[in-house]
Nanobody
Framework: QVQLVESGGGLVQAGGSLVLSCTSS????????MAWYRQAPGKERELVAS???????NYVDSVKGRFTISRNNAKNTVFLQMNSLKPEDTAVYYC??????????WGQGTQVTVSS
C-alpha cells in the first residue's frame, strides 16, 4: 500500500504561480512512475506531467514551458511547479504513483482555481 498526501492547491490570479506537493508513505525509489493528473468539471481526468524512476519527464502540450515536475527522493515527495497559470488550469489535481503494472495509487486531490 502507498498513501499519497497532496498539498499546495488554492486560489490564484491568472499569471500567478503555485507549487503542489505529493508526499508518499513509501520510498519513491521503489515507485516506477509518479505523475500529476487533473480533472476539471465536466471533463475527463488528464495526465499533466510525469516523472519516471530514471528521471524522464513528460508534459501535456498545454503546460509545456509553464509547469515543472520534480522530486526530492530524501523526502519521498514529488512537486509540480506551476507558473503563468491560466483560468483553463482550474481543476482538481491528483497525484498518482505506479509501483508496477496494475499496482497504482491516487491521492485525494487538491483544488487549484485560477481567476481571470
Amino acid at each position: 500500500q502507498v498513501q499519497l498526501v497532496e498539498s499546495g492547491g488554492g486560489l490564484v490570479q491568472a499569471g500567478g504561480s503555485l507549487v503542489l506537493s505529493c508526499t508518499s508513505s513509501r520510498s519513491i525509489f521503489s515507485i516506477n512512475y509518479m505523475a500529476w493528473y487533473r480533472q476539471a468539471p465536466g471533463k475527463e481526468r488528464e495526465l499533466v506531467a510525469s516523472i519516471a524512476s530514471d528521471g524522464t519527464k513528460n508534459y501535456v502540450d498545454s503546460v509545456k514551458g509553464r509547469f515543472t515536475i520534480s522530486r526530492n527522493n530524501a523526502k519521498n515527495t514529488v512537486f509540480l511547479q506551476m507558473n503563468s497559470l491560466k483560468p483553463e488550469d482550474t481543476a482538481v489535481y491528483y497525484c498518482n504513483a505506479v509501483v508496477r503494472a496494475l499496482d497504482q495509487y491516487w491521492g485525494q486531490g487538491t483544488q487549484v482555481t485560477v481567476s481571470s
